[in-house]
C-alpha cells in the first residue's frame, strides 16, 4: 500500500477518468471476445468431428496458453510501451480469429490459432493491468478494480451466451468474424482514448541491456524475497480450494437429488456472491480491507466443509454464495500486490502472480476429482474445504506478519 494518507474513492468519481473508460471497455470486448472464440471452437470441433471428448480436449487447451505463455510473454509489458503492446496484440488476435474462420483451414491448423489467440492475451492482460495503476491513482485502482473484476464475471456470461446466439445466427465461420470485430474494436478504444507513455524508467543500479529472460527471473525474484508480495500471493492460490465447486457442481448436484437446472444453480451461486462481495468490499476503508484478507480467505473456504452433511439444493446454494461473497478478498489482495511492485517490474510480477493463481485453481479442480472419483463429491468438497482453510490460516499469518505497522500504514479519512 502507499504510504500516506488515502481518501476511499466514490463510484461517481471512476468514470471521470477517461482513460479509465477506454481500458475498461477494452477488458470488456477482450473477455467478450474470448469467449465468443471458445464456444465457436467448440462448435466447429463438434461439427468437424462429432466427438464430446476430442471437443472437451479442444475447449480445454484454451487454458493451456495462460499457464505456458503467462510468465513468459508478460515481461513484455516492461520492455515496450504499454498502449502499443495493448494495440499490437489486440490487432494480432483481431488477425487470427478471422483466418479461423476460413472455412477449408484444417482442424489442427483452427486449434493452433486458438492456442496463439490465447498466447497474446497475456502480454495484452499485463500491459492493461499494469497500466490501470497509472491511470486511477490511490483508491480509486481499488474501486477500478472492482468494477473490472465485476463485469469480468458478466462479460464471461455474455460472451458465452451471444457466442451461442452468434453461432446460431451467422454459423461459425460469422460467429468468428465477430469475434474478430471485438478485437478491432478494443485497439481502436486504446488508440484514441489511452495517452501514450515511454517504457517504465529503471533505477539507475538496474542493466538497461539485460536480457528478457533475466527480467523474467528478476521478476519472479522480486515476489519469492519480498514478504508482502509473496504472502498476497500466498493468499491467491488459496482459490485452487474452494474454486473447486465450478469442477463438481454437476456430480455434486446429482449426488443430492438434482439434475442440469440443479447444477446451473450452484455454478451460478459463487460468482453471484464474488460479485455482491466485491461491491460491499468497496464500501469499506482502504485499511480494514487489508486487516481482514486473512479472515476472509478463510471464510471463502469454511462453507465448503458443510458439504459433507449433503444438506440440500437451498441450503448448498447458499453456502457456495457465501464462499463467494467472502472470495472477494482477492479485489484488495491483487491491487495491493500491483501497487507494490515497482512500475518497471509489474509485467513480470504480473504474470508471476497470474499463473501463480491459474495453477492453483487447475491443479485443485484435478485434485478434487480425484477425490470425488476415489470417494464421493460431497467429501470431496469439504476435504478441500478444511484444507483450504487451514492453508489461509497460514497465509494469513504470513500477510500479518508482513504488513506494515499500524503507525506505518495507510490511513484512512
Not at 519480498?226 to 446429482?254: H, N
Request: aromatic content about 8%.
Amino acid at each position: 500500500m502507499v504510504e500516506g494518507a488515502v481518501t476511499k474513492a466514490r463510484w461517481r468519481d471512476l468514470f471521470g477518468h477517461s482513460e479509465f473508460r477506454a481500458l475498461f471497455l477494452a477488458g470488456v470486448l477482450s473477455v467478450v471476445g474470448d469467449q465468443l472464440a471458445r464456444v465457436a471452437l467448440s462448435v466447429l470441433v463438434f461439427e468437424r468431428t462429432a466427438s464430446a471428448g476430442l471437443t472437451a480436449l479442444a475447449y480445454a487447451l484454451t487454458y493451456i496458453p495462460d499457464l505456458l505463455f503467462g510468465p513468459l510473454l508478460a515481461g513484455f509489458a516492461d520492455r515496450y510501451p504499454r498502449r502499443r503492446i495493448m494495440i499490437v496484440t489486440d490487432l494480432a488476435r483481431a488477425v487470427l480469429v478471422a483466418l479461423m474462420a476460413i472455412d477449408a483451414l484444417p482442424l489442427l491448423a483452427v486449434i493452433l490459432l486458438l492456442v496463439a489467440l490465447q498466447a497474446f492475451g497475456s502480454p495484452f492482460n499485463a500491459a492493461r493491468a499494469a497500466t490501470l495503476p497509472v491511470v486511477l491513482p490511490d483508491d480509486h485502482y481499488v474501486l477500478g478494480k472492482a468494477a473490472n473484476d465485476m463485469v469480468v464475471q458478466f462479460s464471461q456470461v455474455l460472451g458465452f451466451g451471444t457466442g451461442g446466439l452468434a453461432v446460431v445466427a451467422v454459423g461459425t465461420s460469422g460467429g468468428l468474424l465477430l469475434d474478430s470485430a471485438t478485437f478491432l474494436l478494443s485497439a481502436a478504444f486504446i488508440t484514441f482514448g489511452v495517452r501514450s507513455r515511454p517504457v517504465p524508467a529503471r533505477p539507475a543500479e538496474d542493466n538497461p541491456q539485460r536480457s528478457y529472460f533475466k527480467d523474467l527471473a528478476a521478476g519472479a525474484s522480486l515476489v519469492a524475497r519480498t514478504p508482502k508480495l509473496r504472502s498476497l500471493v500466498a493468499l491467491a492460490t488459496v482459490a485452487g480450494f474452494y474454486v473447486t465447486v465450478e469442477g463438481l457442481a454437476v456430480p455434486y448436484a446429482d449426488e443430492i437429488g438434482g439434475g442440469p437446472k440443479a447444477a446451473g444453480l450452484l455454478l451460478a451461486a459463487s460468482p453471484a456472491g464474488a460479485v455482491l462481495g466485491m461491491w460491499l468490499i468497496t464500501l469499506w476503508s482502504p485499511e480494514r480491507r487489508m486487516r481482514f484478507l486473512g479472515p476472509l480467505a478463510v471464510a471463502a473456504c469454511v462453507p465448503l466443509v458443510f458439504c459433507a452433511l449433503k444438506p440440500g439444493l437451498a441450503v448448498t446454494v447458499l453456502l457456495w454464495g457465501l464462499s463467494g461473497l467472502a472470495s472477494a478478498y482477492h479485489l484488495p489482495a491483487s491491487a495491493s500486490f500491483v501497487q507494490a511492485v515497482p512500475d518497471h517490474q509489474r509485467g513480470q510480477a504480473f504474470g508471476v502472480a497470474s499463473t501463480a493463481l491459474k495453477s492453483s485453481q487447475g491443479l485443485g479442480i484435478l485434485l478434487a476429482g480425484l477425490l470425488a472419483e476415489r470417494f464421493t463429491p460431497s467429501t470431496a468438497l469439504a476435504v478441500m474445504g478444511t484444507a483450504g482453510a487451514l492453508t489461509a490460516i497460514l497465509a494469513g499469518a504470513a500477510w500479518r506478519r508482513a504488513r506494515p505497522l499500524p503507525a506505518d500504514s495507510v490511513k484512512f479519512r
